[in-house]
Structure formats: C-alpha cells, structure tokens
C-alpha cells in the first residue's frame, strides 16, 4: 500500500527551525511534483511549497526567504522552515500530483499531516 508518512512537526518558538520530512512508501516507480501544504485555523489549505522531477520549485510568497524545499532522492522530500513565525502555525500536509506504482497510476495522495506550532 503506498503512503505518504510525515515527521518532524512539533512546538517552536518565534524565530526557531523545524524540518520537516515527507518519505513516500510502497511499491512506486516513478513520482512527479512533491510538495508541502497547510491549513491554519479557519484557513483554507494553501500551496507552502513544492518541487518537481527536474529540481525546480515554488513557493508561497510569504514563506520566500525563510522556507526551503528539497528532494534527496526520487521519493523523500524535506521542508526546512527558519525564521519562523506565528501565523506559520498550521498542520502541514505532504502531497504528492502523481505517482506510479505497482498498481497503477496514482494522483492527488495526501499525507496525515503534522502539527506545526509557533509560540512563545
């Protein structure tokens, strides 16, 4: 069964690091874009961050500078979050658009998310 397992979530205070990882599991052949959401209380889930097969990525404007999306291979993906702040607070969703696998193709899958947490 393919699943998308998350870590590194927690508390931190304004101004800290946290990284996060994303490591797809499961029979899969080949992955495309692989990306970072969130969802902020009474927020919709918007777009942090994400990075295709070749390397480029995109981020959120608000996260430019401060964020850092990477792939160290073919089926992980990490968010370094510095500088961080208070209305970063959110759960954090690891997605990947489409990926193939022994059976078949599949698109849209969706992490558990994790809880990410800037306080004082």
């Known amino acids: 069964q393919v699943q998308l397992v998350e870590s590194g979530g927690g508390l931190v205070q304004p101004g800290g690091s946290l990284r996060l990882s994303c490591a797809a599991s499961?029979?899969?052949?080949?992955?495309?874009?692989m990306g970072w959401y969130r969802q902020g209380p009474g927020k919709q889930r918007e777009l942090v961050a994400d990075?295709?097969?070749?390397?480029?990525t995109n981020y959120l404007d608000s996260v430019k500078g401060r964020f850092t999306i990477s792939r160290d291979n073919a089926k992980t993906v990490y968010l370094q979050m510095n500088s961080l702040k208070p209305e970063d607070t959110a759960v954090y969703y690891c997605?990947?658009?489409?990926?193939?696998?022994?059976?078949?193709?599949?698109?849209?899958?969706w992490g558990q998310g994790t809880q990410v947490t800037v306080s004082s």
């Open positions: 499961g029979i899969i052949f080949t992955i495309g874009s």
């Open positions: 990075i295709n097969s070749g390397g480029d």
């Open positions: 997605n990947v658009d489409r990926m193939t696998t022994n059976r078949g193709p599949l698109y849209n899958v």
